[in-house]
């Protein structure tokens, strides 16, 4: 796990090959993550490392993650369905995401306008703060039948088309993957299964299958 943020902007996030190379996605987007940094540490949030990703917390919770893409960098509100954005500069994360939204920069005119003037990623921030202060619940979730923890949220967060990928499972080995995700006590236990398993996701495998 890499031990500090700083670390992170250095060398990246050590989830791949492409680990402390210039290939690695962390420096192909070095100014809008350091851009981000700042207008979050600036909001008075805690900055820790999480799931190989900076993480803000309030009180021990998690308000938000910066992460870095091959196309975008973004930052991941947890609970940005309760957020008001009129500029609509948050989307979904996935087509079957609930809570969480992203605001992404992409190194285009519109990122580069954005971070000339964040007055809008500010007030979206402050938001985001004053709803965890405040233990504002999140709306009722539609009907669904498997309950997804947070440690599978996270990487359908960071892994563009995992969510896709696990929602298009059998029922069967989705409810397969929640037992074995669940009958971890530790949230970082988790996380390691989960990733282990994350190449059979993609390709349309339950935990137990060839």
Not at 27 to 49: D, I
Not at 89 to 114: I, M, Q, T
Not at 166 to 193: C, D, V
């Amino acid at each position: 796990m890499i031990p500090s943020v700083d670390h992170y902007l250095e060398l990246g996030c050590g989830r791949c090959s492409h680990y402390e190379k210039p290939t690695c996605k962390v420096h192909t987007w070095q100014n809008e993550l350091r851009f981000l940094r700042e207008l979050v540490l600036a909001s008075g949030l805690v900055e820790e490392v999480k799931w190989s990703q900076p993480c803000y917390t309030l009180n021990g919770k998690n308000v938000l993650m910066i992460a870095a893409f091959k196309g975008y960098c973004c930052l991941s509100f947890m609970k940005g369905i309760l957020l008001h954005d009129p500029n609509k500069l948050l989307e979904l994360p996935g087509a079957d995401s609930f809570a969480g939204r992203v605001l992404k920069l992409k190194g285009d005119a519109h990122s580069a306008g954005l971070m000339n003037h964040p007055e809008p990623i500010i007030d979206l921030i402050q938001q985001a703060i004053e709803h965890e202060r405040r233990g504002t619940p999140l709306p009722e979730k539609p009907a669904r039948e498997l309950e997804i923890p947070e440690e599978l949220q996270v990487q359908f967060n960071t892994h563009p088309g995992l969510e896709k990928a696990f929602f298009g499972l059998t029922p069967a080995r989705q409810r397969a993957y929640m037992i074995l995700i669940n009958g971890a006590a530790q949230s970082a236990t988790k996380t390691r299964r989960i990733q282990k398993y994350i190449p059979a996701i993609f390709a349309g495998k339950g935990p137990h299958d060839p």
